[in-house]
Structure formats: structure tokens, C-alpha cells
């Protein structure tokens, strides 16, 4: 079972991926960095609240786990 440390760390470097990623395609559909950017935040706080959520509930399910 992983520990919310380590499911915390994997939300927070997953997240700086996918916020640079919704930056850029912000600012490309826009033409503006503020809101690119205020779209890439709120995408990031949503996302990482959705992938902690998941990690915990798939930590707690056996199946397919093997020792």
C-alpha cells in the first residue's frame, strides 16, 4: 500500500506537468498569459484533488496485487 506521502508527491509533479501543459494551450487559445494562466491553476487544483482521491481509493483495493 502506498503511503499519502508518496501519493501526495505523485499528485504534486503530475500537476506541474499538466499546469505547464494548460498554460500553454491558455495563452495559445487566448492570447492572454493571465487568464491562461488563472485556467491553468484552477485546472490544477481540480486535478489534484481528482488524482489524490484515486490513488486513495485504488490503494485500499486489493485486487491484483500480489505479497
Known amino acids: 500500500m502506498e503511503t499519502r506521502r508518496r501519493s501526495i508527491l505523485k499528485g504534486l509533479i503530475w500537476n506541474a506537468l499538466g499546469l505547464a501543459v ?3 494551450v491558455g495563452v495559445a487559445f ?3 498569459a ?3 494562466g488563472a485556467m491553468a ?3 490544477a487544483a ?3 484533488a481528482s488524482y489524490f ?3 486513495r ?5 486489493g485486487w491484483g496485487r500480489h505479497g
Open 22 to 24: 494548460m498554460a500553454a
Open 30 to 32: 487566448t492570447g492572454s
Open 34 to 36: 493571465a487568464i491562461g
Open 41 to 43: 491553476l484552477a485546472n
Open 46 to 48: 481540480i486535478g489534484f
Open 53 to 55: 482521491l484515486y490513488e
Open 57 to 61: 481509493v485504488w490503494a485500499g483495493i
